[in-house]
């Protein structure tokens, strides 16, 4: 996967799918585009390893249509595929491609791209350790490759060891500062780990939410038109902590700057959404920090402009908690 976490897939199946395949299931359902290799396509080995991804890319495809016929199928037809007659058909393709790239890797075991493609889909079809092993190997074949870094650390990410992770997006990051994937990532893992960025970093708490926030800015800056880049910067500020105050106003003046900073961010987002759904989503985002700032007359616009029935309960919560807090007597 090119994505950390924001990018971990969440599967709808029918029947939950096993643990073996499911990612595999999950992207082929999900068409999402999978960058495997920043290879050197004038290399002769190409034309061979191209070969390998191609049949890949027909067995992702053609998993995706099984998982199609077979829920357009109801559980109790006859005709539906049990849990374990797809799963072993699902296993047979995929077995085809993995012999595919294992002979790859063998006739050229210099070949960093090639390992790096069959990581990818080592971690599609469940073998994280497995994808590990050809990512090492690759970063010590082509050290000056950035997707190779980028992809180690997403595994080292998803398994561990997490202090792994940071060195590693950090590599990626160095080797292509243009590229706002491999910071996002960076980004994401510093956030989320936090106590083990805290460790890495020798620093506090602080420090670590304005090393994510200055990565994510980053990204902003390099894809200012990206929604689901704006939406996740406007997120990570429910982490980050008002700045140090010595008295009461001063800390009222931290609490309004951080939160009028963070519904600034949800407005470039709410500018980029394109739908209904992502837009209701960032008025309820709006009508929270509207509540941290005593702002009722605004918190409740915001909260009647939802309306995906997605929302309802979201919605119906916030307009409790506005109800309460509106009432009583100012502090």
Request: glycine content about 4%; overall charge negative; proline content about 6%.
């Amino acid at each position: 996967m090119s994505d950390l976490l924001v990018g971990a897939l969440s599967v709808i199946l029918s029947t939950n799918a096993p643990a073996a395949f499911s990612n595999r299931v999950a992207h082929a359902a999900q068409s999402i585009p999978l960058p495997r290799t920043g290879a050197d396509t004038s290399d002769p080995r190409y034309a061979e390893l191209r070969v390998v991804m191609e049949d890949d890319d027909a067995a992702e495809e053609e998993i995706g249509r099984w998982l199609a016929e077979r829920d357009a199928l109801s559980p109790e037809d006859p005709r539906r595929e049990s849990d374990l007659a797809f799963r072993r058909r699902v296993d047979e393709r995929n077995d085809r491609v993995c012999k595919a790239y294992e002979a790859i890797v063998r006739r050229h075991s210099q070949y960093a791209a090639a390992r790096n493609a069959f990581a990818a889909f080592l971690g599609e079809t469940g073998d994280e350790p497995g994808a590990i092993a050809q990512l090492e190997e690759a970063s010590r074949l082509d050290p000056g490759d950035p997707s190779i870094w980028n992809n180690l650390a997403n595994h080292y990410g998803h398994i561990g060891p997490i202090e792994k992770a940071f060195p590693a997006f950090e590599k990626a990051v160095a080797l292509n500062p243009f590229e706002p994937v491999y910071r996002y990532n960076l980004g994401t893992v510093v956030f989320l780990f936090r106590k083990d960025a805290m460790a890495y970093y020798r620093c506090d708490e602080a420090e670590v939410f304005r090393r994510a926030l200055d990565h994510y800015k980053e990204v902003r800056r390099l894809r200012p038109h990206n929604f689901r880049y704006a939406f996740d910067f406007a997120q990570t500020y429910y982490g980050v902590k008002p700045g140090p105050a010595d008295t009461p106003e001063g800390r009222k003046a931290s609490e309004r700057s951080l939160a009028e900073t963070a519904l600034a961010a949800w407005h470039e987002a709410l500018a980029l959404a394109d739908n209904d759904q992502d837009r209701d989503g960032i008025f309820l985002h709006l009508a929270r920090w509207h509540l941290r700032l005593g702002q009722w007359d605004a918190a409740r616009t915001n909260i009647a402009l939802v309306a995906h029935p997605s929302l309802a309960e979201v919605k119906a919560r916030l307009q409790r908690n506005l109800d309460e807090k509106s009432t009583q007597p100012p502090r």
